[in-house]
């Protein structure tokens, strides 16, 4: 009994380990985000001796946030809606028909998620170029589009597969066509995964930098991801105000995760045990 204390903090050492290290930089991000810039320099990891939102309203006007969140917004919300549509369409075919060259899509789909996207780069610069979607943000939607739908297609399949074809038989005896039976029956019980997908798409939309930094040249048309590289480049000697963009470029997918994390481990885990 006495040594059962040492075994529980030896136990868990790792995993509290693991937990400073990911939450760490976060907490450090918010103390500085309302510590004032004089205090910063003196204390940077130190407790702020006074709370100040000078940091956030400086960092939100001066940074033209307002803007960069509108674009991705509307970037993250267009990408959502086409990777489920397209997505959905694409799952239930591949997992409730059996037709020549499905084994094909599959392969070329896991293909297209093990090939570095670094690779498509220079040809798609080439091709949005003579397109005229350089510069804008439907290119960029149709980029991120292309990169997220062979993981959500695999994901949303594994979840129809465990869905009884039985129920989708009993609909089509009722008078129901494929359409119907789609969006009647498979969309109601797939809710969970539909939800996990638009969650995962919002988040690596708001999140992604490559293609973003390589395609968009306008200041107005800038991500959040992209405009907080233009924040730091300009106010890399105030780390105050650095420290309160970085809070606000990633504040709002934190407290989203948060509100939806069991959504989104129950889609994770039930499209995996029933694929």
């Known amino acids: 009994m006495k040594n059962k204390p040492f075994e529980i903090v030896s136990r868990h050492f790792f995993l509290f380990c693991v937990f400073l290290f990911a939450v760490g930089p976060l907490v450090l991000l918010l103390m500085n985000a309302f510590k004032p810039k004089e205090e910063f320099l003196t204390s940077p990891f130190g407790l702020p001796s006074k709370i100040t939102f000078e940091n956030m309203v400086a960092a939100w006007t001066e940074g033209a946030y307002g803007q960069a969140f509108i674009n991705s917004l509307l970037v ?43 690779l498509f780069l220079v040809p798609l610069f080439y091709v949005w170029q003579n397109l005229h979607l350089m510069d804008s943000l439907v290119g960029l939607i149709i980029i991120y589009s292309g990169i997220f739908l062979p993981f959500n297609i695999f994901l949303l399949r594994s979840f129809f597969i465990g869905i009884p074809k039985e129920l989708l038989e009993s609909a089509r005896v009722d008078g129901c066509n494929e359409l119907q039976v789609f969006m009647k029956l498979m969309i109601p019980l797939s809710k969970p995964v539909f939800l996990t997908v638009a969650l995962l798409v919002g988040l690596w939309t708001w999140n992604e930098f490559f293609f973003a930094n390589a ?61």
């Not at 397209?86 to 409730?96: C, D, E, I, R, T």
């Not at 789909?109 to 670094?118: A, E, F, K, N, Q």
């Not at 934190?254 to 994390?261: D, E, N, P, R, S």
């Open 215 to 275: 395609f968009i040249q306008s200041d107005e048309l800038r991500t959040v991801s992209t405009k907080y590289l233009a924040f730091v480049g300009s106010f890399s000697s105030d780390w105050s105000k650095v420290s309160a963009a970085g809070l606000i470029s990633t504040l709002p997918m934190v407290v989203l995760y948060l509100f939806l994390q069991r959504q989104f481990i129950e889609g994770l885990t039930e499209g995996s045990i029933k694929g």
């Open 76 to 118: 993250g919300v267009a990408t959502i809606i086409i990777v489920c549509i397209s997505g959905g369409f694409a799952a239930y075919a591949l997992s409730k028909y059996e037709f020549k060259g499905q084994n094909a899509i599959m392969a070329f789909l896991l293909l297209t998620m093990s090939v570095p996207m670094g």
